[in-house]
C-alpha cells in the first residue's frame, strides 16, 4: 500500500542523521517557497536533482511519483494564465494570455517541482517509521507523532479488512454498476470499514493500557553519529545562503 | 500475604441494550492455578479477563486482586503491571512498527531506562526462539510470529499472572507444540481460554466451563482417554 522504495538504498545521503535531513529538507522548503527570482528557482532546482542524484534513486521512479503534482500544475496552466490580470504576453483567440500570470505559473512550478524532488531525497529515503522518531527528536508535538506512526501501522491493517470485505462482496458476484443497489452496497463497505477501524482502535488502546500505556510514547530509536553529517550541514548552510543571496542581494 | 491472587465476587456485566453476559459470577485464582475455560462463543470469557484487568467496570460485584479490592481506574495500574492480557487478535497487541520497539514498549511504561527494557526485550525473546527477530516489521510478520511476539510482549512485562485468550486458534501444530512448551517451562499462574481440549490437557491443571453467566465449578471437565478399537487401529494416528 506504502511502498517505501526509496527508503531502502544505501547512497551517503542515506546514511546522514534523520534528523538533519529532516531539518535540512524544511529549511529548504522555506527559502524556496518565499523566492521569486527565477535565478534562485533555477539553482534550487539543481540543488535538488544533485541530491536526488546523490541519493541515488530510480529516475523512472521520481519522474512517476511527480505525476501527481504535474496533474495539479497543469490544472494550473490551463487557468491562470489567462484569468490573471497584466501586461499582455499574446492573444489566442478570444483568450489573452498575460505576462504576469505565465511568470507566476512558472514561479509555482518550479517551486512545486524542487520541493517534491527535495523531499523525495531527503525525507522520503527514510522509512515512515524513522520520520515518525525524527520528528519526535524535534520536537513536534507527541499527539501528531503518534497519529503518524500509528496510523501508519494500522492502514495495513484496515487495507486488509477492506481488501476482505471486498472479497466478501465479489465471491457472491458483486459488480459495481451505476444503480442505487451498488450505491448502497459500497456505502455498507465503507460504514463497516469504519466501523471495524474504531473497534480495532478502541481494541489497540485498551492492549496499550494494559502494558502500562499513559499517554507518552519512549522512543527507543538511536541515531549513530556520521562523520558525514557536518558535510551536510555545511552543504545546506551553503545551499541556502546561495539561494537567500540570489533572492534578496541585487 | 494469602495465596489468592484473583478474588471475584457477584460480579455481573452486560453490554449496553444487551442481556447480562456476566451473571453473579465467582471466580477466585490461586497462586501456582493454570485454569483452562471452555464455553461457547459469547458466554463472556474475554468478558471476564477484561473485568479482570479493569478494561471493563462491572455493573456490580468486586474485583480483588493481590489482596486488594480494586475499583478505581488507579487501582488497576498495579493490576496491570502484575497481570498480563494476551490478546486474541495479535495485531491488536502489535502496534509499534518493530519488534523490538513493541516488546519494550512495556518496559519503558513501567519506568525501566533505554538499555534496561532493550536487555529485557533481548531476553525475553530470547527465551521464546526469538532471536534475530529484533528488527522485523510487525506487520509482516506471519500469523504463528504474531502470537509468539505478542506473548513476548507481554512476558517482557515481567507478569506474575497470565490472562491468555485463545492463544492457540490459528497456530500451525509445531507452532502449538512451542506454545505448549513455552508454558509449562513458564512459572506463572494463568488462566487459558480455548477450544480445544488437546491443546488444554497439555497446559492446565484444572478445565472450568462457563454456563449462564458464570463459571462452574461444579462441572469441572476431567481429561480422559477411552479404549476403543476400530480397522487399521495398529497404525500410528490421532484423532482430531
Known amino acids: 500500500m506504502i511502498r517505501e522504495s526509496f527508503a531502502e538504498g544505501s547512497s551517503w545521503i542515506h546514511g546522514i542523521d534523520p534528523r538533519l535531513r529532516v531539518s535540512g529538507a524544511a529549511a529548504f522548503a522555506v527559502v524556496v517557497a518565499v523566492s521569486y527570482d527565477f535565478k534562485a528557482l533555477f539553482t534550487a532546482l539543481m540543488l535538488s536533482l544533485f541530491a536526488v542524484f ?20 497543469l490544472l494550473l496552466w490551463a487557468v491562470l494564465p489567462w484569468s490573471y490580470e497584466g501586461e499582455t504576453l499574446t492573444t489566442l483567440g478570444p483568450l489573452t494570455i498575460t505576462r504576469p500570470g505565465v511568470t507566476l505559473c512558472a514561479q509555482i512550478s518550479l517551486k512545486t517541482i524542487c520541493l517534491m524532488v527535495a523531499f523525495m531525497a531527503l525525507v522520503a529515503t527514510m522509512t515512515v517509521d524513522t520520520l515518525g522518531h525524527t520528528l519526535n527528536r524535534l520536537w513536534l508535538p507527541d499527539k501528531m507523532v503518534h497519529l503518524l506512526l500509528i496510523t501508519y501501522r494500522y492502514l495495513f491493517v484496515i487495507e486488509q479488512e477492506y481488501q476482505r470485505l471486498l472479497r466478501a462482496m465479489k465471491i457472491r458476484n458483486f459488480h459495481p454498476r451505476t444503480n442505487l443497489h451498488s450505491y448502497r452496497s459500497v456505502a455498507y463497505l465503507v460504514g463497516m470499514l469504519f466501523v471495524r477501524a474504531s473497534e480495532r482502535a478502541r481494541r489497540v488502546h485498551c492492549a496499550m493500557i494494559c502494558r502500562g500505556f ?37 | 500475604m494469602s495465596s489468592v491472587i484473583l478474588n471475584l465476587t457477584k460480579i455481573r456485566y452486560g453490554y449496553p441494550g444487551g442481556p447480562l453476559v456476566l451473571n453473579d459470577l465467582d471466580f477466585h485464582l490461586h497462586v501456582g492455578d493454570r485454569i483452562g475455560l471452555v464455553a461457547p462463543n459469547g458466554s463472556g470469557k474475554t468478558t471476564l479477563f477484561h473485568i479482570i484487568m479493569g478494561l ?18 488507579a487501582d488497576f495500574i498495579e493490576v496491570r503491571r502484575r497481570i498480563g492480557l494476551l490478546f486474541q487478535d495479535a495485531d491488536d497487541q502489535l502496534f509499534s512498527p518493530t519488534v523490538l520497539e513493541d516488546v519494550a514498549f512495556g518496559p519503558l511504561n513501567l519506568g525501566k531506562s533505554r538499555e534496561e527494557a532493550l536487555t529485557v526485550a533481548r531476553n525475553t525473546l530470547d527465551f521464546l526462539g526469538l532471536n534475530g527477530f529484533e528488527d522485523r516489521v510487525t506487520y509482516k510478520l506471519s ?3 504474531k502470537r509468539l511476539v505478542s506473548l ?14 485463545e492463544p492457540s486458534t490459528g497456530l500451525d501444530s509445531s507452532t502449538k507444540d512451542k506454545l ?14 480455548s477450544h480445544e481440549f488437546d491443546f488444554l490437557s497439555k497446559t492446565t491443571g484444572h478445565i472450568y466451563t462457563m454456563d449462564g453467566g458464570r463459571i462452574r465449578f461444579d462441572q469441572e471437565l476431567d481429561i480422559h482417554t477411552h479404549e476403543h478399537a476400530h480397522l487399521m487401529g495398529k497404525q500410528p494416528h490421532r484423532h482430531l
Open chain 2, 143 to 145: 500469523g504463528g510470529e
Open chain 2, 56 to 73: 471493563l467496570k462491572p455493573l456490580s460485584g468486586t474485583v480483588e486482586a493481590f489482596g486488594e479490592a480494586r475499583e478505581a481506574e
Open chain 2, 152 to 165: 513476548a510482549t507481554v512476558l517482557a512485562m515481567e507478569p506474575e499472572v497470565l490472562l491468555l485468550d
Open chain 1, 214 to 250: 499513559n499517554g507518552r510514547f519512549v522512543s527507543l530509536r538511536a541515531f549513530p553519529p556520521n562523520p558525514l553529517n557536518p558535510i551536510f550541514c555545511l552543504g545546506v548552510s551553503l545551499s541556502l545562503a546561495l539561494l537567500v543571496t540570489l533572492e534578496w542581494v541585487k
Open chain 2, 180 to 193: 505448549i512448551d513455552i508454558l509449562n517451562e513458564l512459572d506463572l499462574s494463568f488462566v487459558l481460554i
Open chain 1, 54 to 73: 546523490s541519493a541515488r534513486l530510480d529516475f523512472r521512479t521520481v519522474a512517476q511519483r511527480l505525476f501527481a503534482p504535474a496533474v495539479f500544475l
